[in-house]
């Protein structure tokens, strides 16, 4: 079955805007990868006394919406300071690109990843700022809350997907979904959780049960 692109999605995938890489940036990040079929990199340029990000690029390997949200996002960031820019969230990148293919919502969550992802490193290594990387049920939840179930193009906690969050003495996780075992989804929802679970620095093992 052929996907169903927008206006505003094809114009930005054939003429994308922000491509490239900045040489010496102030920060940089890179999400995906392209084993998974997806990978974005963001370079930021930031005005030190104004906070504003005065330049913005992009590389990707992907497809047409990862390269079209890449576009948007990268638009919706420029000129902004810091603290507006990493507001931006990948609900309203889609709404910017006249809405998604459920499947394919997952890239405008990559978008948005990369572009914090840079304003997080700018943070930490021009501005010294210290970020809470504590493992707790709230941290998870909001991790979980970024995991796009690809029928629907929504995220797994507003669908009420998430049954259990649990953690140990080992930090060792149990997630149980409430999913069918059979749901042609499930081992790209397991992937996803994986990964993202897998960026807390002293987690355990990550258990994930359908129920």
């Not at 491509?19 to 990199?41: F, H, R, W, Y």
């Not at 104004?50 to 992009?58: C, D, L, N």
């Not at 949200?69 to 603290?83: C, H, V």
């Not at 003495?169 to 081992?187: A, G, P, R």
Request: with cysteine; proline share 3%.
């Amino acid at each position: 079955m052929a996907i169903k692109y927008t206006k505003k999605v094809i114009e930005h995938f054939q003429n994308p805007h922000n491509v490239g890489k900045i040489e010496n940036p102030d920060a940089m990040a890179t999400e995906g990868s392209p084993a998974c079929g997806d990978q974005l990199s963001v370079y930021l340029k930031v005005d030190k006394k104004s906070q504003i990000i005065k330049e913005i690029k992009f590389q990707s390997y992907g497809c047409a919406s990862n390269i079209a949200t890449a576009s948007i996002i990268t638009d919706m960031a420029l000129g902004k300071i810091i603290e507006e820019a990493k507001k931006i969230t990948w609900k309203q990148a889609a709404d910017k690109l006249g809405g998604l293919p459920p499947i394919k919502m997952h890239c405008s969550v990559l978008a948005i990843d990369a572009l914090r992802g840079a304003i997080k490193n700018y943070e930490k290594n021009k501005l010294g700022k210290k970020f809470d990387e504590s493992l707790n049920k709230q941290s998870i939840e909001k991790q979980l809350n970024e995991v796009i179930y690809g029928k629907v193009g929504v995220d797994i906690i507003s669908l009420r997907l998430v049954k259990y969050i649990g953690i140990d003495e080992k930090n060792n996780v149990l997630i149980e979904l409430s999913l069918n075992k059979e749901d042609q989804f499930k081992d790209d929802l397991k992937h996803e959780i994986t990964e993202r679970l897998n960026r807390f620095p002293k987690i355990g093992k990550i258990k994930i049960a359908l129920v």
